[in-house]
C-alpha cells in the first residue's frame, strides 16, 4: 500500500504557525493525526517525489521486541474497550510519532478495510509478525475471544524477552570484565613496562627481577607483531562467522560446543527449553494440534540442535511413537520437561501439563538467571584482580630492588 505525502501549515496550541511533512492515507487521516498533537490545520496540499519515494523504502525489521509487545497491549485494551478492529488499528496509526511504524500500522488498517482478516492482515508482514502470532491470532478470531489472545499474547513474549535480556545480562557482564582486563594488562605491557626499562639501564648492573622481565619481553613480543598478531585473531573469528553461516557442520558443531561450554551452555540449554515450553503451551491451549504447533516451533527456534530435535519429534509421531520420545532422547532436555510430557501423554492432558511446565520454567528462569550471576561475577573480578595484582607486583618489584642496590 503506498502512503500519499502531504505538505501542511499549522498552527499550535500557543499560536505558533508550524510547516512540515506528513504521510497517510488521505488527507482526513492526515488532519486527524495533526489534530492528535493539538494543531490545527490551516491549510495542506498533496505532493509526491522521488525522495519521498525513497523515504518510504525500509531495510530490516521494524517491529522489535518491545515495539511488538506495546503494539498488542495497546490494541488488546481497546478491543476489550468495546473498539471495533479497524478503527484500533486506526487510533494507534494516528498516535505513532515514527513515521514507518505508522506506515506499518496503516497499511494493516488498510487490509482489513479491504475484506482480509486481521490474522491475514498479519501474515501479511512476516518480516514483523511472528508465525505462532498469526496462528494465536487467527484461533482468537475463530473462537470470538481475540482481545484476551491478543493480551495474552503480549504477555507471552513480554516473558520472553525478560527471559533473553536475563540471560544476556549474565552473559555480557563476563565479556566486559574479561574484555577490561585484557586492555589493562595490553596497556600496562606496551605503555608501563617499557619505562621500567629505561629506568633500569641508567643503573649500571642493576638486574630485573623475573616475574618484570617475563612482561617485558611479552611487552615486547606484542609491540613487535602486533599487526600479524591481531590481524590473526582476526582472521580467526571472519573465517569462524563465515564457516558457521555457510557450511552446516560447522555450524552444528560450534552450536553443541557452546551447549556444552561450562556455565553458559546451561543458559543456552534454560532459553530453549523455555520458548518450547511457552510456545506449546500458548498453542496446544488454544485447540492447536500438537503436529501443527511443533511445526511452528521448529520456525521460531533458530538453535539448530533444539530445531533437529523438533523435526525428530515431528518424525516419531508420524511413525507412531511417543511425542515425548525425542525429548527422552536428547540429553539438551532437563529430565523434567521430558517427564512432565510423558506424564501429560499418559493423562490425556498435554496442554496442561505444558501450561505447568511453562509457569515452572518462568518462575525459576529468573532466580537461575541470579544464581549465575552470582557465581560467575565473583570469579572473573578475582581472575581480573589477580591480573593487575601480578603486573603491579612485576613492576614494585624492581623499584624495590633498586631501593635496595642503592
Same mark, same amino acid.
Given at each position: ?31 486527524? !493525526?495533526?489534530? %492528535? ?67 506499518? !500500522? ?6 482489513? !478495510? ?34 484476551? %489472545? ?61 616475574? %618484570? ?147 515452572? !520454567? ?45
Amino acid at each position: 500500500m503506498e502512503l500519499r505525502n502531504f505538505k501542511y501549515v499549522a498552527l499550535t496550541a500557543d499560536g505558533k504557525v508550524i510547516k512540515g511533512r506528513i504521510e497517510a492515507l488521505n488527507k482526513s487521516v492526515s488532519i486527524k !493525526y495533526l489534530q %492528535t498533537k493539538n494543531y490545527t490545520v490551516k491549510s495542506m496540499t498533496e505532493y509526491s517525489s522521488f525522495l519521498a519515494k525513497l523515504n518510504s523504502i525500509t531495510i530490516g525489521k521494524l517491529m522489535n521486541d518491545k515495539a511488538l509487545i506495546f503494539f498488542l497491549k495497546q490494541l488488546g485494551s481497546l478491543l476489550n474497550a468495546g473498539v471495533n478492529i479497524m478503527t484500533a488499528l486506526e487510533l494507534l496509526a494516528l498516535q505513532q510519532d515514527s513515521r514507518l511504524l505508522r506506515k506499518l !500500522y496503516f497499511e494493516l488498517y488498510q487490509q482489513v !478495510y479491504n475484506g482480509f482478516s486481521f490474522s491475514k492482515a498479519l501474515a501479511k508482514q512476516p518480516k514483523e509478525f511472528p508465525t505462532m502470532l498469526v496462528q494465536m491470532i487467527e484461533i482468537g478470531e475463530l473462537s470470538g475471544d481475540l482481545p484476551n %489472545t491478543v493480551l495474552k499474547m503480549a504477555d507471552y513474549y513480554e516473558r520472553q524477552m525478560k527471559i533473553s535480556q536475563g540471560i544476556k545480562g549474565a552473559v555480557r557482564m563476563p565479556i566486559i570484565y574479561l574484555v577490561a582486563a585484557l586492555l589493562i594488562a595490553v596497556g600496562m605491557l606496551l605503555f608501563v613496562f617499557p619505562n621500567i626499562t629505561n629506568l633500569f639501564a641508567s643503573f649500571e648492573g642493576a638486574e630485573l627481577p623475573g616475574i %618484570t622481565q617475563f612482561f617485558l619481553d611479552a611487552g615486547d613480543f606484542v609491540a613487535a607483531y602486533a599487526i600479524p598478531l591481531f590481524g590473526s585473531i582476526g582472521l580467526i573469528f571472519i573465517a569462524t562467522f563465515i564457516l558457521n553461516k555457510y557450511v552446516p557442520k560447522f555450524h552444528y558443531g560450534l552450536t553443541v560446543f557452546n551447549l556444552n561450554f561450562p556455565i553458559f551452555g546451561k543458559l543456552i540449554q534454560m532459553n530453549n527449553q523455555i520458548m518450547i515450553a511457552n510456545s506449546l503451551s500458548q498453542m496446544l491451549s488454544r485447540g492447536i494440534n500438537s503436529i501443527k504447533a511443533l511445526q511452528t516451533i521448529k520456525g521460531l527456534l533458530t538453535n539448530i540442535v533444539y530445531k533437529e530435535l523438533i523435526i525428530k519429534t515431528l518424525n516419531y509421531i508420524e511413525d507412531g511413537k511417543p511425542f515425548s520420545k525425542a525429548f527422552e532422547e536428547s540429553k539438551y532436555i532437563d529430565s523434567i520437561m521430558s517427564k512432565m510430557i510423558n506424564t501429560g501423554e499418559k493423562t490425556g492432558d498435554i496442554p496442561k501439563l505444558m501450561e505447568n511446565l511453562s509457569t515452572y !520454567y518462568n518462575g525459576v528462569s529468573e532466580l537461575r538467571v541470579e544464581q549465575l550471576k552470582n557465581a560467575i561475577q565473583p570469579i572473573l573480578l578475582i581472575f581480573v584482580y589477580a591480573i593487575v595484582g601480578v603486573m603491579m607486583l612485576a613492576i614494585m618489584l624492581p623499584m624495590l630492588s633498586l631501593g635496595g642496590q642503592i
